[in-house]
């Protein structure tokens, strides 16, 4: 391969890089990149018309070249601080002066630091240097000349290019900081996941020793008695029967609160929320002497997620208890609406035939009820009717929103947040952070005011 044919084939494979890397970036990133170097290119040439420059050619070139720069430094930062070097030795003002913004945002991306350090002290002497040469085409150069090109590079490159090394040196202990503040976090939140995980662990122990063993007992002595009736009282014989299911049912419902409790939900609680589901339950309060019947005002299928099935469950089965015990004999409507996007579902009683007196209730489970429903993002509804009776509805989403998990910190940090220990207190400070870039702004006041005076003079010229 001839030594002309290599530098081709190089161009070729960074225009093409260069290509991928616009079509990858966000298309933010794009427009305000390409905005920038637009409003770089208005100010560095429309001044030309109005205060027309000697050489308006290399006037127009410093400015096109500037704007170029702009969107360079984002892949090439080292070229990006040598590019500068021939707008700071030009005579292109107003070019100029977008070289410190270029050099400071330039250098924050050069890694290691000794490598930014290497290119800032080349892109200053050749800044001199190519003064010196511009002005010895006109004569040999004067010492104060000479100063003012120093000057120059210093203000322009040297100043704004160490305030971008300190906020490049701060950029990563602000993402070390994130890192450390997300590691403690997550400790935090595991450390109270256990917690939880073993006290839910000890109430379930506790209820399976406790309600476990009375519940088996009343169960034996429910099939027991279901015997003795079937020979010794016949018309008893559905009511033993129905106590009995009744204990089985609730033996079985424990066992999916302790499964809960263990947060073992892979297990079938069998609680679907179908229209299978609440008739069976309705068919159940039937049994047990309530006037109870179900309006389902569903067009198909419900593809509501397990949750609100499970939720929908409970509501009707807690307002059919609720009916049994403190409004016996009094009609029951369970009604179930879907609604698209939410379901409701309405247990519905009227006042009892024969008033009954308050029962010993504690509200236990309305509140249990309240608590699993807020959680699923859904309202509901508990209280007596204007004509008599009492009313218990829940409106639920279909799709209720996921639990919310550990959000780790939103930057990308090396190795994941979390991934290592912290580092020490004494390095990773606000204070610090904060005292790093109050000084990167306070080194670059020189440059500012340096600007503004260059800017005077210029308008003034």
Not at 241 to 250: P, S
Request: net charge positive.
């Amino acid at each position: 391969m001839s030594p002309a044919v290599r530098p081709c084939r190089r161009a070729r494979r960074e225009a093409a890089a260069i290509r991928e890397a616009v079509r990858a970036a966000p298309r933010r990133t794009v427009v305000t990149e390409s905005v920038l170097a637009g409003l770089v290119l208005l100010c560095s040439l429309a001044p030309v018309p109005l205060i027309p420059p000697a050489h308006p050619v290399a006037v127009a070139l410093l400015g096109v070249w500037a704007a170029l720069l702009v969107p360079a430094r984002r892949m090439y930062p080292a070229l990006t601080v040598l590019g500068c070097v021939p707008v700071i030795a030009g005579n292109n003002v107003w070019a100029m002066v977008v070289v410190p913004c270029v050099v400071w945002s330039a250098v924050r991306r050069i890694t290691p630091v000794r490598r930014a350090w290497g290119v800032i002290g080349a892109s200053s002497a050749g800044a001199v240097l190519m003064s010196i040469a511009a002005q010895s085409l006109s004569g040999l150069p004067t010492m104060p000349y000479l100063v003012a090109g120093a000057g120059v590079a210093a203000l322009f490159i040297l100043l704004p290019a160490l305030s971008g090394v300190m906020m490049g040196r701060r950029r990563p202990l602000t993402g070390l900081l994130r890192e450390r503040n997300a590691y403690l976090e997550q400790t935090r939140f595991l450390i109270d996941e256990a917690a939880r995980m073993e006290e839910r662990a000890r109430i379930a122990a506790e209820m399976h020793d406790l309600l476990g063993h009375r519940i088996g007992l009343i169960s034996v002595h429910a099939g027991a008695l279901q015997l003795a009736a079937e020979r010794q009282a016949p018309p008893l014989a559905s009511q033993a029967e129905l106590l009995h299911t009744t204990a089985g049912t609730a033996m079985d419902e424990l066992r999916g609160i302790l499964g809960v409790l263990r947060h073992q939900s892979g297990e079938d609680s069998g609680e679907r929320g179908t229209r299978e589901d609440l008739s069976a339950l309705v068919a159940d309060s039937r049994n047990a002497g309530a006037d109870a019947e179900l309006h389902w005002n569903a067009t198909g299928p419900t593809d509501a997620d397990a949750r609100t099935r499970q939720a929908v469950h409970r509501v009707t089965r807690e307002g059919l208890t609720n009916a049994l015990k403190h409004a016996s004999g009094a009609p029951v409507r369970v009604t179930f609406q879907d609604e698209g996007d939410t379901v409701v579902v309405a247990v519905v009683n009227d006042a009892p035939p024969v008033p009954c007196s308050p029962g010993d209730g504690n509200r236990s489970g309305l509140v249990g009820l309240q608590e699993r429903i807020s959680l699923l993002g859904g309202a509901l509804h508990a209280g007596p009717r204007p004509e008599g009776g009492f009313v218990l509805s829940a409106r639920i989403p279909v799709r209720p929103d996921a639990p919310p998990v550990y959000a780790t910190s939103p930057g990308p940090v090396s190795g994941g947040a979390g991934s290592r220990p912290p580092l020490s207190t004494e390095v990773l400070t606000w204070p610090r952070l904060l005292g790093g870039g109050c000084a990167a702004l306070l080194v670059l006041l020189p440059t500012i005011g340096g600007t503004i005076a260059l800017l005077i003079m210029a308008v003034l010229h």
